[in-house]
């Protein structure tokens, strides 16, 4: 791609692809748009009716939808196209998703072999940045009078030509936390004075991975996983509070609410038991998406 | 006092201390010395004579020692003494040592009301440096022909004018240790996919806790604290190890050779259970101290 990654949503040079690409030929009309202050979100779609590209829909209006954002993650792949910009990759393959829609598009722009309105949707932020979010309430939907809209991920698993999908949900919510264990803090030698948040926080870890186990409808998916702890610098002080981080991941929106309620109510309870205090963050970022039935 | 705190054992300005401090008259021999290479802690030691500071000794040699060498603790009282050094603070309370060893030295020399010799010995790097132990190898007993030794550390728990000795060990042992569990990371959301090296560390963490209270004999004292655990970045990503430190305390040899073999079973047996491993390191610093009977 012609563009390196960009993890900042705000700093998408990526929405310039389509004209770079000549997809903007004039029976497309081009939208750029930052949506939804304070977060710098940019979007961007072209739509054109098969009908002289009339400002009126004539037809169904069909969506398609690809993101462009990047992870930041050091790209060790060497690979032709590595991200170019430091600590910052299309790890999840959204520069190939991306380079996918502007092929589509510039195929329908071409070719005109379709009905009614396709409207071309490159979505910003979708690695937590609640960019899909950001465009619903901004009214990407009604804005084109949108019918369906359909959407796709690379898949590695799945082999060369080959592609799946299902009714239902198929990617999960995304939900991160984050959990501050308050103690006291002791010398090394003397543990009857200090509340160790070191124990508190292994228990509540611990504690964590039972809501998979026994709170959750064992024919439910879900997963908690705490991803980072950091608590204390040296061996023989035992540190005041230690802190850790997650993430949640569900398909049932009832499912995602047990977890979120157990996530806190252990890290809450786990440390009264042992005389300290829990600090919780909650960052909701993504609910489940998948295909409706219709 | 005049000098600032020194953590590292070979920058010892506090070595001149009794020079400055006037005690070293002409009944007093000063000695300096770099013991036990690649350690390099200096030494400081006056002796004297009742009768006429000869060479040789007359009647007993009875040695006094204090401690000088700070701690990596960053000094916030406010004192009119506080450390002038960032990052370094006397917070055992050494200062205080050597300022009463040192009036101790000034008063001797002065009123020379003593029978015998006293050597003075102003130790480097008790704080974990192993400086006791390089004195003694360097052969500071045989040296000065020390019959008696006698120490002291300040006891804030203790009122003003009192102090508290006993028969048998009362400066507990100090072995540090150091863990890494090597797991395998993941996407915090396909944790089949990974070993999750945090559930192995609050695991073993946990465990540890069970020696004082299961495996040591219930009339012994022992510590076991694990003052910091460092694992991940991000909430989403299973992280591919865990580390953590802790210090151990225990008054017999016994019990210490039983914890040390405990923490390491328990560490790797834990890692091995969940398909990790675990690689320690052990840092033994201090046996335990005390008064002897005689």
Not at 139 to 148: A, H, N, Q, T
Not at 206 to 219: D, F, G, Y
Not at 255 to 279: C, D, M, P, T, W
């Given at each position: 791609?012609?563009?390196?990654?960009?993890?900042?949503?705000?700093?998408?040079?990526?929405?310039?692809?389509?004209?770079?690409?000549?997809?903007?030929?004039?029976?497309?009309?081009?939208?750029?748009?930052?949506?939804?202050?304070?977060?710098?979100?940019?979007?961007?779609?072209?739509?054109?009716?098969?009908?002289?590209?009339?400002?009126?829909?004539?037809?169904?209006?069909?969506?398609?939808?690809?993101?462009?954002?990047?992870?930041?993650?050091?790209?060790?792949?060497?690979?032709?196209?590595?991200?170019?910009?430091?600590?910052?990759?299309?790890?999840?393959?959204?520069?190939?998703?991306?380079?996918?829609?502007?092929?589509?598009?510039?195929?329908?722009?071409?070719?005109?072999?379709?009905?009614?309105?396709?409207?071309?949707?490159?979505?910003?932020?979708?690695?937590?940045?609640?960019g899909g979010?950001?465009?619903?309430?901004?009214?990407?939907?009604?804005?084109?009078?949108?019918?369906?809209?359909?959407?796709?991920?690379?898949?590695?698993?799945?082999?060369?030509?080959?592609?799946?999908?299902?009714?239902?949900?198929?990617?999960?919510?995304?939900?991160?936390?984050?959990?501050?264990?308050?103690?006291?803090?002791?010398?090394?030698?003397?543990?009857?004075?200090?509340?160790?948040?070191?124990?508190?926080?292994?228990?509540?870890l611990?504690?964590?991975?039972?809501?998979?186990?026994?709170?959750?409808?064992?024919?439910q998916c879900?997963?908690?996983?705490?991803?980072?702890?950091?608590?204390?610098?040296?061996?023989?002080?035992?540190?005041?509070?230690?802190?850790?981080?997650?993430?949640?991941?569900t398909?049932?929106?009832?499912?995602?609410?047990?977890?979120?309620?157990?996530?806190?109510?252990?890290?809450?309870?786990?440390?009264?038991?042992?005389?300290?205090?829990?600090?919780?963050?909650?960052?909701?970022?993504?609910?489940?998406?998948?295909?409706?039935?219709?």
């Open positions: 791609m012609p563009d390196p990654p960009r993890q900042d949503p705000s700093q998408y040079e990526s929405v310039n692809w389509p004209d770079q690409f000549n997809v903007s030929q004039k029976r497309w009309r081009v939208n750029r748009k930052t949506v939804c202050p304070p977060l710098p979100v940019r979007w961007l779609a072209l739509h054109c009716a098969s009908e002289g590209c009339s400002d009126g829909p004539s037809g169904d209006v069909v969506g398609l939808r690809a993101d462009m954002d990047a992870l930041p993650i050091e790209e060790e792949t060497g690979a032709r196209w590595a991200s170019t910009i430091k600590g910052v990759m299309h790890a999840c393959g959204h520069d190939g998703h991306t380079a996918m829609l502007l092929g589509s598009a510039r195929e329908l722009a071409q070719t005109r072999e379709f009905n009614g309105t396709a409207v071309v949707v490159f979505q910003p932020a979708e690695e937590g940045g609640g979010k950001a465009m619903l309430d901004d009214g990407l939907m009604d804005r084109f009078g949108i019918d369906e809209i359909y959407a796709m991920h690379t898949e590695p698993a799945l082999a060369i030509g080959q592609f799946a999908t299902t009714i239902g949900p198929f990617g999960a919510s995304v939900d991160s936390f984050k959990i501050r264990i308050d103690g006291k803090g002791a010398h090394g030698a003397e543990p009857q004075d200090g509340i160790d948040p070191l124990v508190v926080g292994a228990n509540i611990l504690a964590l991975q039972t809501i998979v186990s026994r709170n959750v409808h064992p024919r879900a997963v908690v996983t705490v991803g980072w702890l950091n608590a204390g610098k040296a061996g023989n002080v035992i540190p005041p509070f230690a802190e850790m981080g997650g993430t949640t991941r398909f049932d929106p009832i499912v995602r609410n047990l977890i979120e309620a157990r996530v806190f109510a252990i890290a809450e309870k786990v440390a009264e038991a042992y005389g300290g205090e829990s600090h919780r963050q909650l960052q909701a970022h993504v609910p489940a998406i998948g295909q409706s039935r219709s």
